[in-house]
């Protein structure tokens, strides 16, 4: 891979695979011509401004990302949860609940469906996507096709769907939706091998460029999976690792930064460590790896919560935000959105109304926490339960 130190003469730069002098000696340039040699400008993309709006729409004071984008696979571990049958019904009536609770255009800016909730409607027939409009709550897709097995790896994985991700992207941006999910991960305790950063890095870069020439904001996301008996130092040290290795891939794909959006882990210990970290540990080194990190050209940062309770998730969102950043910091939760709505529904018609009452309560928390004005006082104990599970699967 080519490095270069920020103060090297310019001359060490190649350009266009030459480097200047070799232009200067060609025929195209007199030998004492003073001007500089500039690559190939970068096409601007079709979608540049209206993706600027949407990430700047998604990161929007106050509000979050809820994530329903489980694979069915995984929605229907979420519903056997509560002795419910994987059907599309089942599916649908659970989407339903969720998107059509009033006012949450409030707390949440924009939802990640699954590919068959995109094309879905209500039992009497409205479409999702335009349930979510009616919220002013941007509707995005996860587009990803899951993770596999990387050969030559530490028992690693890489994630798939590059193959006819551009037309699948275009059909998307036509149903209504306006961002995308990759979600890919990394283990700490695996490793990680250098071939899976690479592999995940590069995979990310190559759908957040395809993403944004669709008029999709990427949200970009390496999962750091909270699996592992680590301290949190070394957590910081594989995060930094991760992103500095994104954002070098992003850049050679010349996404623009203006128009994506990040979903990392928090740093935290290992879920098996012996200590856990309080909220305001976890806040300074999340902060201090992404201030390392991530340009503030970069509208969002929109945490996962990775097995964390309700709780906790929001309690370390809230650390956060208690001074400025240079980005807007937020939740794009699952799980740590999902729980209490699930416990209370059960599957039955006359639990909706109390269940959405339950989403409202979360997103609310969360947007208090987005603005740093959180206090847990008055959470219940089922908010509080944890929901690591070991080698989680999206
Ligand atoms: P969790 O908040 O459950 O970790 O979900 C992460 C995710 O990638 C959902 O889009």
Redesign the pocket.
């Known amino acids: 891979m080519a490095t270069a130190k920020l103060s090297a003469p310019a001359s060490q730069w190649a350009i266009g695979g030459r480097n200047p002098a070799d232009l200067r000696r060609s025929t195209l340039l007199p030998a004492a011509s003073p001007r500089r040699v500039a690559a190939a400008p970068i096409r601007a993309g079709s979608y540049s401004d209206e993706l600027v709006q949407t990430a700047k729409s998604i990161a929007s004071p106050g509000r979050g990302i809820l ?1 329903i ?1 489980e694979s069915n696979a995984t929605c229907g571990k979420r519903l056997a949860s509560i002795g419910l049958d994987n059907t599309e019904a089942n599916r649908q009536a659970y989407r339903q609940l969720l998107l059509t609770t009033g006012g949450l255009g409030e707390y949440i800016s924009g939802a ?1 469906l699954f590919e068959e909730t995109l094309y879905q409607s209500t039992t009497d027939g409205k479409k999702f996507v335009d349930c979510l409009r009616h919220e002013n709550i941007m509707p995005g897709i ?1 587009v990803d096709k899951g993770l596999v097995p990387l050969p030559g790896s530490n028992n690693e994985s890489w994630c798939q769907g590059l193959d006819g991700l551009a037309s699948r992207c275009a059909e998307y941006y036509k149903q209504g939706a306006r961002f995308a ?1 990759w ?1 890919t991960v990394v283990s700490v305790p695996n490793g990680p091998s250098a071939l899976a950063v690479k592999e995940a890095s590069w995979g990310l870069a190559r759908y957040a460029a395809i993403a944004q020439d669709n008029g999709l904001v990427p949200i970009v ?1 390496p ?1 750091i999976l909270l699996d592992g008996d680590h301290p949190i130092e070394r957590t910081l040290e594989v995060a930094e690792k991760v992103w500095a290795e994104v954002f070098f891939y992003l850049a050679e794909n010349n996404v623009m930064f203006e128009g994506i959006l990040l ?1 990392p882990s928090m740093v935290t210990p290992g879920a098996e460590h012996k200590e856990k970290a309080s909220p305001e540990t976890i806040a300074k080194f999340t902060l201090t790896m992404l201030k390392r990190r991530v340009p503030p050209a970069v509208p969002g940062i929109m945490f ?4 964390q309770s309700e709780v906790e998730a929001t309690l370390n969102l809230n650390a956060m935000n208690q001074s400025p950043n240079p980005w807007h910091v937020s939740f ?5 959105l999902q729980n209490s709505v699930l416990k209370t529904w059960q599957g039955r018609p006359e639990s909706v109304e109390a269940a959405q009452k339950a989403l409202l309560v979360r997103a609310r928390a969360n947007s208090l926490a987005q603005l740093g004005r959180y206090s847990a006082e008055g959470e219940g104990e089922e908010a509080k339960t944890g929901m690591f599970q070991k080698g989680y699967t ?1």
């Open positions: 994530a984008d990640i996860k999910k979600r996301e999962e979903k996962l919560s990775g097995g794009s939760y699952a799980r740590a999206y």
